[in-house]
């Protein structure tokens, strides 16, 4: 079974830097396709980035230039690193995997792609 597990939301001011970690347990990571997403109250879930191993990475507009994904093989986990942070990015933010590697990148910006989540790490931009 596979979980994935995040870490690193906390409460920042705008303009800094943060770093999300999403451990994976019960399979290799590098085997899927691993998306952000955030949601907020009210909102629906919206895509952030997607990362193939060794491949393309997909980025919504909103966050193109200033948030980046890596994956670590030794660590088992992907790390999204957010730059230059606003007050709408904040949000909980989830990290997703699919095994389904084979696709291009409108199917990893919807959620219903993916198969297994996390529980969600929250970020608070304040002003």
């Known amino acids: 079974q596979v979980q994935l597990v995040e870490s690193g939301g906390q409460l920042v001011q705008a303009g800094v830097s943060l770093g999300l970690s999403c451990a994976a347990s019960?399979?290799?990571?590098?085997?899927?396709?691993v998306g952000w997403f955030r949601h907020t109250p009210g909102k629906e879930r919206e895509f952030v980035l997607a990362?193939?191993?060794?491949?393309?990475?997909y980025y919504a507009d909103s966050v193109k230039g200033r948030f980046s994904v890596s994956g670590d093989d030794a660590k088992n986990t992907v790390y999204l690193q957010m730059n230059s942070l606003k007050v709408e990015d904040s949000a909980n933010y989830y990290c997703?995997?699919?095994?389904?590697?084979?696709?291009?990148?409108?199917?990893?910006?919807?959620?219903?792609?993916?198969?297994?989540w996390g529980q969600g790490t929250q970020v608070t931009v304040s002003s």
């Open positions: 019960g399979t290799i990571i590098r085997s899927y396709v």
């Open positions: 990362i193939k191993w060794n491949g393309p990475r």
């Open positions: 997703a995997a699919t095994p389904r590697t084979w696709y291009g990148d409108s199917y990893y910006r919807r959620p219903e792609s993916y198969d297994f």
